[in-house]
């Protein structure tokens, strides 16, 4: 399970001002997590990247 505690969430600049969108977060050892903007404390989905 990935350590979300420090991520350093960030979301696209093309989103402006709006809260509809999706964060994402760059992790260790490939990983990147995404969570829903409106609900920061919810749940997120880690993915392996290359």
């Known amino acids: 399970m990935a ?3 420090e ?3 960030f979301k ?3 989103s402006g001002a709006h ?3 999706v ?3 760059l992790l260790p050892n490939t990983l990147v997590g ?3 903007s ?3 404390s919810g749940p997120a989905l880690v993915f392996t990247y290359h």
Do not use: T
């Open 3 to 5: 350590n979300l505690s």
């Open 7 to 9: 991520a350093k969430w």
């Open 12 to 14: 696209s600049s093309r």
């Open 19 to 21: 809260s509809n969108c």
């Open 23 to 25: 964060e994402v977060a």
């Open 34 to 36: 995404v969570r829903d």
């Open 38 to 40: 409106k609900n920061r």
